[in-house]
């Protein structure tokens, strides 16, 4: 321990004393007082010294003055008449108290920042949780700090708020535990992590979206490595030196604590090893599988959804890839959520989740909406090691997007549109047409193009005539009427068509419809 910085014990002293000169200096440490008078030999530099000999202003400072020297005086000093020599080293405190009062009240001073430190020790040697320590460590601090891990999840949030913290830096952190989102554009937060690799103390910051709080970032550095960081605002009260200070100390405790204790969990997430292997296509030990869902409350015969969430610069920095991670956990109840190939990837069971709900797909909307993200829903899939099939569906999704303006997108509205684009981009799609149709939607004749609308509402909908109808708003005997008309022109007989030919006429009136604004297959 190097003693009590200048910044914290002059801010004490103020507490009880009025300060008429205060020194520039910014970077010193002392360790206890001591009283100076003209019998005191080789002066500790480590040492603050007090008087109330004011003859010594006669006199300039020299090598066998103390550096640091708390001159008490019962009247305002007259400044202007302190040689130059002393302004770095003289401090005047007007106390109407004897020499040795004010003496013992520095000295309590002393002591008690000794106290805090050796408590912060006692906690570290009782292997006490890092929530515990930093309570106690941060109990001198004005505005409250988060301590955050490497991937920017909120481990421990400690301190009180002055003040409404809606709309700040706060609202977000103490809503969903995380480093700020939505407040901080790639380039501040790129900043922020080159800083950090630099290895520089204390990172300021500004977020565009509480740009009336400046934010402090203060790094942990564990073996070389980041290990996370303590964060605050200026929320309560403007920052000081001393808070700096005090929380480069604390950032210091926090290492020693992390050292001791070699908390892997509170340095790396724990390693999908089994899901990035299933999502590649190979196989998983099943028994292993089983032993690694059991851990996490699940079975591998559940009904899961596999959630897709590309990333929408691959290059981002991977704290704020966490970041993501993080908010797509919260929307996403209990699944497994994981990084990989450059997308946010999440398994989720059916009764945790369901992407059918109106409830939870709005509550997914409200997520992509903040993150600026979109997502790829796949088909339920009744075993949790059928990932990579999952995983395919929802790559082909991504490919061959029809809806872009669409922030979801699910597999069974979607695959229509992949099987007619994987198509056309490998043939022409007039040989897979049936004539009959693809001569109707040629036609000239609005009622003859309508006819092929008909038919594939009529098909989707399992040839049920009264279903159709409602559908498209028309009387029964009318649609009636119109299957009829289909019948005629394609010289078959609806009612007995097998199911090769079911998916030949269907896909057939989907050719049409998707071609509409191409070049008519010609």
């Not at 990172?203 to 400046?214: A, E, K």
């Not at 908010?327 to 190939?341: C, H, M, P, R």
């Amino acid at each position: 321990m190097k003693g009590v910085h200048f910044s914290i014990l002059f801010t004490w002293i103020k507490e009880y004393y009025e300060i008429f000169h205060c020194l520039s200096i910014t970077d010193r440490f002392f360790t206890q007082p001591r009283i100076f008078d003209s019998s005191c030999e080789n002066p500790q530099k480590y040492f603050i010294y007090l008087t109330n000999d004011s003859s010594l202003l006669g006199q300039e400072w020299c090598d066998a003055f103390p550096d640091l020297i708390i001159m008490q005086t019962t009247n305002a000093p007259d400044q202007e008449i302190l040689p130059s020599s002393w302004r770095e080293h003289l401090v005047f405190l007007y106390s109407p108290n004897t020499l040795w009062e004010v003496y013992n009240q520095i000295l309590d001073l002393f002591t008690r920042y000794y106290c805090w430190y050796d408590q912060c020790m006692k906690l570290i040697l009782e292997d006490a949780p890092l929530s515990e320590l930093l309570d106690h460590a941060t109990m001198y601090l004005d505005n409250p700090v988060a301590f955050f891990d490497p991937a920017g999840i909120v481990l421990h949030q400690t301190g009180f708020f002055r003040q409404d913290i809606q709309g700040t830096l706060w609202d977000e952190v103490v809503s969903s535990h995380f480093t700020p989102v939505e407040s901080i554009s790639p380039n501040e937060h790129n900043r922020i992590m080159h800083e950090i690799k630099q290895g520089k103390k204390i990172i300021y910051s500004i977020f565009h979206q509480d740009p009336s709080h400046q934010a402090l970032t203060i790094p942990i550095q564990v073996n070389g490595k980041h290990a996370g960081a303590l964060g605050t605002t200026d929320i309560n009260t403007s920052f000081t030196d001393m808070q700096k200070n005090f929380l480069l100390i604390i950032s210091s405790i926090v290492q020693i604590a992390i050292r001791r204790q070699i908390q892997a969990s509170v340095l790396q997430e724990e390693e999908n090893y089994y899901v990035i292997r299933l999502l590649q296509g190979f196989s998983a030990d099943q028994q292993a599988t089983n032993q690694y869902l059991k851990k996490l409350g699940m079975k591998n015969e559940d009904t899961w959804y596999l959630y897709l969430f590309p990333l929408v610069d691959s290059s981002c920095a991977q704290t704020r890839k966490a970041a993501y991670l993080n908010k797509i956990k919260q929307a996403l109840s209990n699944a497994v959520v994981l990084l990989y190939e450059n997308s946010v990837i999440g398994i989720c069971r059916k009764k945790n989740f369901d992407p059918k709900d109106p409830a939870c797909l709005l509550k997914l909307r409200d997520t992509l909406h903040h993150l600026s993200m979109n997502v790829f829903i796949s088909y339920h899939f009744l075993r949790f090691t059928e990932l990579s099939i999952a995983y395919e569906q929802c790559l082909l999704m991504q490919q061959y997007s029809s809806h872009p303006a669409s922030s979801i997108q699910q597999f069974p509205e979607s695959f229509q549109q992949i099987l007619y684009s994987i198509l056309k981009e490998r043939t022409s799609l007039k040989g897979f047409c049936h004539p009959a149709i693809l001569a109707l939607w040629k036609s000239s004749s609005e009622y003859q193009r309508t006819l092929v609308y008909d038919l594939k509402y009529y098909l989707l909908h399992g040839r049920n005539i009264a279903e159709t109808s409602r559908y498209l708003n028309l009387y029964r005997n009318t649609f009636i009427y119109r299957l009829k008309k289909i019948e005629e022109y394609l010289q078959i007989s609806l009612d007995s068509l097998d199911e090769n030919m079911l998916l030949y006429l269907l896909f057939s009136c989907l050719i049409c419809e998707k071609n509409d604004h191409d070049i008519l297959l010609v």
